[in-house]
C-alpha cells in the first residue's frame, strides 16, 4: 500500500471528497465574482464624475468599466442561478444609494479649518441626484433584463455556445441601460440632439467593451 509522507494509507478520492472539492471551488469562484461585480458597479459610478473628450464624443469615465458588470452578472448566474443573480443587482444598487448619500454627508459636514480641499471634493464627490437616480434605475433595469434574456437563452435555445448568451443578453441590455439613463438624466436639459449623441457613443464603447470582457464567462463552471 502506497503510503503518505506523513505515514499514513494513501486511499483513492471518493465522490464526497470530489463534490467537496467542487462545492468549495464554485463558493471561491462565486465570492470572487460578486465582489469583481459590486466593484465594478461602485467604480463605474465614481468614474461616471469624469467627463472625457474621447474621439470627439463626451464621455463619462463610468462608461469605460460599467459594460463589464453585464458579463460578471452573467458568471453569476452561471455560477448560482437566477435568483441569485436578482438579487445581487438589487443588492449592487442599494450599495450605490448608500454610497451617494455617504457623499453627500461628508460634503456637508463643515470641513476643518486647515483642510483646503472642501469645495473640490464637494464639487466632485457630492452627489447630483438627478443624475444618481437615472444611474440606478438604468442599472436595475437593464441588468434585470440581462438576467432574463440570459435564462431564456440558457433553458430554451442552447447551453452550448457560451459567448452567444453573453452577447445576446447584453445585446438587450446595454442598449436599454444607455437609453434609461441618457434621457431620464439629460432629457430636457440638454437638447435631444446632444442627448442622442450621449446616447449612441455610449452604446458604442459598452458594445466594445462587452467583446472585450465576452471571454470572462469561460472562466467559471456552470453551477448545479
Known sequence: MKMLPNGLPLRSMTLADKQGQGEA?????????????????ILADIGSLKIAWVAGFSIDGGT?????????????????GRAAARTLVVA????????????????????????PLQDAFAGVLSPVWRIVVASIVAEVLSELLDTEVYHLWVTRVTRRYQWARVLVSNGFSVPLDSLVFCWAA???VLPGAVVWSIFWANVLVKGLTTLLGLPGIYLVKEGE
Not at 458588470?69 to 448560482?80: G, I, Q, Y
Open 186 to 188: 439629460f432629457g430636457g
Open 92 to 115: 449592487a444598487a442599494v450599495i450605490n444609494l448608500v454610497m451617494a448619500g455617504f457623499f453627500a454627508l461628508l460634503s456637508a459636514l463643515p470641513p476643518d479649518p486647515t483642510w
Open 25 to 41: 471551488t464554485l463558493v471561491r469562484s462565486a465570492v470572487l465574482v460578486v465582489a469583481a461585480y459590486i466593484a465594478a458597479q
Open 64 to 80: 469605460f468599466i460599467y459594460p463589464f458588470t453585464f458579463t460578471l452578472r452573467d458568471m453569476v448566474h452561471k455560477l448560482l
